[in-house]
């Protein structure tokens, strides 16, 4: 998660620095833009108010990284911006489509009903391919370098999924435990409420099994997610599904010795 803290720190800075400076231009050589197609600077206008929004959000994920599903919503936000009226970067629209479909795999989005929800994004990304050409004076061209550069990251997402998928296959090999001990701040009662969460046990059911509130409930299971980062249920669940939970203390060191 400190990885996203970081990258959004970086996006604000970058964001904030590059609106800034279109707000300044604007104020600046406001005789100028005056002049320009109303749609034009229309375009120019709705940007900046995109760009705040975009900033307000990425400062929301400096302190709140778990919720990093935000960036996938804002890169389809984007990749439809582009894709769909060929603006001044109509190409980005691709790889922040593909930011936005990997940030919802890692959110394990597709894991129920994955079929249908590839059939959806497929069909909605070769909408935004197509659709263009009601408008676009250079669909053919625009349309074949969409197509290439689509072509060029479907090759890298395949490898990169081998690649994956053979680490899988060593990592299947050794045990999948998690000793919740290994953890500081974590205690032998974290393990059993995380058993629970594993088991899909709803939060009002572990909260009547230990005779505590929910509320109380789900604030400590997020102080535990906190310290395992994994930002929340779903990434707890993403990533340490079919684990063993064990809390031994002493179990590195005696695998050590």
Not at 7 to 12: G, P, R, V, W
Not at 137 to 143: A, D
Not at 233 to 252: A, N
């Amino acid at each position: 998660m400190k990885a996203v803290s970081l990258f959004s720190l970086f996006a604000t800075i970058l964001l904030t620095a590059r609106t800034g400076m279109r707000i300044f231009d604007i104020i600046v050589n406001h005789s100028e833009y005056e002049v320009l197609p109303k749609a034009l600077y229309t375009r120019y206008v709705s940007i900046i108010i995109n760009n705040c929004i975009f900033i307000g959000i990425f400062i929301f994920l400096i302190f709140k990284p778990q919720k990093f599903i935000l960036i996938g919503l804002m890169a389809l936000f984007y990749s439809f911006d582009a894709l769909l009226t060929n603006s001044q970067q109509p190409y980005m629209g691709i790889p922040m489509f593909a930011l936005c479909v990997a940030t919802f795999v890692i959110r394990g989005f597709f894991l129920k009903n994955t079929k249908l929800k590839i059939f959806i994004f497929a069909a909605v990304y070769i909408i935004c391919l197509i659709a263009p050409v009601f408008y676009d004076e250079q669909f053919t061209e625009h349309l074949i370098t969409k197509i290439a550069i689509s072509f060029v990251i479907t090759i890298f997402v395949f490898f990169f999924a081998e690649y994956a998928k053979q680490m899988s296959y060593k990592m299947a090999t050794k045990d999948k435990v998690l000793n919740i001990a290994s953890f500081k701040g974590l205690e032998r009662s974290d393990m059993y409420l995380l058993q629970q969460v594993l088991d899909n046990k709803k939060y009002k059911e572990i909260a009547r099994s230990i005779n505590g509130s929910e509320g109380a409930l789900r604030n400590k299971l997020s102080k535990i997610y906190k310290i395992l980062e994994v930002g929340d249920r779903t990434g707890f669940l993403t990533i340490y599904s079919g684990y063993e939970l064990i809390y031994e203390p002493e179990f590195e060191n005696s695998t050590k010795d």
